[in-house]
């Protein structure tokens, strides 16, 4: 295209804000024009980042500003060489400063946390070249605004940063592990599930356990935090925080040693909370399977629980029975009506139980079946059967 074409764009908004409104066009072939004129614009840096921050700030189209945060995200980190590089230092100032500003300013929490990804990714990079220092000190005034949107957003980029950039937060540690456990007690629950994920973060990404160690205080408040947004009816929130402590118990199982009854105890709870989601409890039971399976990196630290065994047995035997009663279950006699009448709990239980076989053993699990049979007497025809089956496996 001319370069009075690309002028046109990149000198008027609105032009500029209709090929936005073509890039994210469902007709293919609109939309391969608009990616060929966004290439064109490309080739200026400064004013292809200047209208994608115009309407990432301006626009009164939501869709319009959460595509540009993509956009600059992508424009700033992913291309070789990236826009940032090719761009002049005004721009750069610009661009951090208003990329700042938007975690305080942009009301939709959709756009905020495409933002936030931009501006990990971008500190990511900078802070390699030590280009970026200021954005802890930014980070941290944000933490500590009270304004809990802000707050958010900040922990939401220090738990990127905790990923991307561990080296360099090493040296603040100190500082940081003091202010992450006073957002833990926060308010607002979605100040602590941002807290909490910066600590799960770092505890995965710390090499060295005594930096670790610093962590361990977190824990109970951790749990609290789960317990809150269970309480709130918030399981959306809930299971992120489960797959948060799951990679936790599999990393460093024993980072929770200290803490293991308490942590066992808010799993099993949530495991056999038949009121709760079947994805939450799942996610609470592959916690507690993540930790049986811990031999090598904790040997035997689940075992030494009193009733562990047979209350986790217990509890995913729940699971497995969790099965509609089909009569053609019982005059079938081929596997094809094996799965009849199975509900979403099934498929997990019978995953984690042949988990825990495995990581547990025969003998630890056979004392268990057999006096979960015997106490079961009055179960169903049904479920009987099934755990007689599953015996018989084992």
Not at 81 to 99: D, G, I, N, R, V
Not at 143 to 164: F, G, K, Q, R, T
Request: proline letters at 5%; one cysteine or more.
């Amino acid at each position: 295209m001319s370069a009075a074409d690309v002028q046109a764009i990149l000198g008027n908004p609105q032009n500029f804000e209709l090929l936005v409104q073509q890039l994210l066009s469902t007709d293919n072939a609109s939309r391969k024009h608009a990616e060929t004129v966004y290439e064109a614009l490309k080739q200026h840096p400064d004013g292809c980042l200047q209208q994608l921050l115009r309407c990432l700030r301006q626009s009164e189209q939501v869709e319009n500003r959460s595509f540009c945060a993509i956009m600059l995200r992508k424009a700033l980190t992913q291309t070789e060489p990236t826009l940032y590089t090719q761009s002049s230092p005004q721009m750069q100032a610009a661009l951090k400063t208003e990329l700042m500003k938007a975690l305080v300013e942009e009301q939709q929490k959709g756009v905020v946390h495409k933002v936030c990804d931009t501006v990990s990714e971008l500190a990511a990079d900078l802070l390699d070249k030590n280009a970026w220092p200021e954005i802890l000190p930014h980070l941290q005034e944000l933490i500590s605004s009270n304004n809990p949107a802000a707050m958010e957003a900040a922990l939401l980029i220090l738990a990127n940063l905790a990923s991307y950039s561990t080296d360099h937060l090493r040296p603040h540690l100190g500082g940081l592990t003091p202010v992450l456990g006073s957002c833990l007690a926060h308010s607002s629950i979605d100040v602590q599930v941002a807290a909490l994920h910066a600590c799960c973060n770092f505890i995965n990404s710390l090499d060295d356990a005594h930096e670790r160690d610093l962590f361990q205080p977190m824990i109970v408040p951790m749990l609290t935090a789960l317990g809150r947004c269970l309480s709130a009816s918030d399981e959306s929130n809930a299971q992120d925080v489960l797959e948060l402590l799951i990679e936790v118990a599999e990393s460093y199982p024993k980072f929770m040693r200290k803490n293991l009854q308490e942590v066992v105890s808010a799993m099993m709870q949530i495991t056999t909370a038949a009121q709760l989601e079947s994805p939450t409890r799942s996610l609470a039971a592959e916690c507690l399977v993540t930790l049986c399976e811990a031999r090598d990196k904790a040997p035997g630290m689940v075992r030494r629980l009193p009733n562990f065994v047979p209350t986790l047995f217990d509890a995913l035997m729940n699971f497995l029975l969790d099965v509609d009663d089909v009569p053609d279950w019982h005059r079938g006699d081929t596997d094809a009506y094996e799965d009849d009448g199975a509900n979403e709990l099934f498929d997990a239980g019978q995953e984690f139980l042949d988990r825990i076989a495995i990581a547990l053993g025969g003998k630890a699990l056979v004392p268990a079946a057999g006096e979960l049979e015997e106490n079961g007497l009055k179960r169903s025809t049904y479920h009987m059967k099934t755990l007689q089956q599953y015996k018989s496996l084992h």
